[in-house]
Antibody, heavy 118, light 110 residues
């Protein structure tokens, strides 16, 4: 059974960079696409970006200028970095296996809450 | 900016049938958008119910079905149960391959 576990600081100061890691277990990162999705408290879901095992990326245009995502196949890990954060970036961040148009999101991490506050 | 629209809330009686919809602020939803539906119960991570318009994910009961109705994608729940009380999100796949979520529909079963 594929499991995804997000990790990273739960509190980030405004204007700083949010950094998260997603560790994939029970399966390989290879041959799949992986998305990051977030959900502000009490609000809806927002797709952030995807990355393939080979490093192909696609970003939400509204976040693109602040985003960097990467993959480390040797560690079976994904990473997300979001710079210049504000309170609006406070959210639960999910790591998700993304099967695309023909498969949807088939495995989700439990999510990690990141709060942006001084 | 493309906006994906959903009813903010809906209610259904136990055993009843409800259809939630997913539209576009400009234009029509077709199978070319490969509509996907996700369910989220309070405090839990979402899960995918339906992808590519009408394909159920593994383990999803057949009381959930997806379709295109007119110019919108639709999720129909037949024989609603108390356990179906959740938030439902649709996702559309744009030509640029970006994914766009709708605002979600809060379904109440009572």
């Amino acid at each position: 059974q594929v499991q995804l576990q997000e990790s990273g600081p739960g509190l980030v100061k405004p204007s700083e960079t949010l950094s998260l890691t997603c560790t994939v277990s029970g399966g390989s990162i290879n041959n799949y696409y992986w998305s990051w999705i977030r959900q502000p408290p009490g609000k809806g879901l927002e797709w952030i970006a995807y990355i393939s095992y080979s490093g192909n990326t696609n970003y939400n245009p509204s976040l693109k200028s602040r985003l960097t995502i990467s993959v480390d196949t040797s560690k079976n890990q994904l990473s997300l970095r979001l710079s210049s954060v504000t309170a609006a970036d406070t959210a639960v961040y999910y790591c998700v296996r993304d099967q695309g148009r023909l498969g949807g999101f088939d495995y989700w991490g439990q999510g990690t809450l990141v709060t942006v506050s001084s | 900016q493309t906006v994906v629209t959903q009813e903010p809330s809906f209610s259904v009686s136990p055993g009843g049938t409800v259809t939630l919809t997913c539209g576009l602020s400009s234009g029509s939803v077709s199978t070319n958008y490969f509509p996907t539906w996700c369910q989220q119960t309070p405090g839990q991570a979402p899960r995918t119910l339906i992808y590519s318009t009408n394909t159920r994910s593994s383990g999803v009961p057949d009381r959930f079905s997806g379709s295109i109705l007119g110019n919108k994608a639709a999720l129909t729940i037949t024989g609603a149960q108390a356990a179906d009380e959740s938030d439902y999100y649709c996702v559309l796949y744009m030509s640029s391959a970006i994914r766009v979520f709708g605002g979600g529909t809060k379904l109440t079963v009572l």
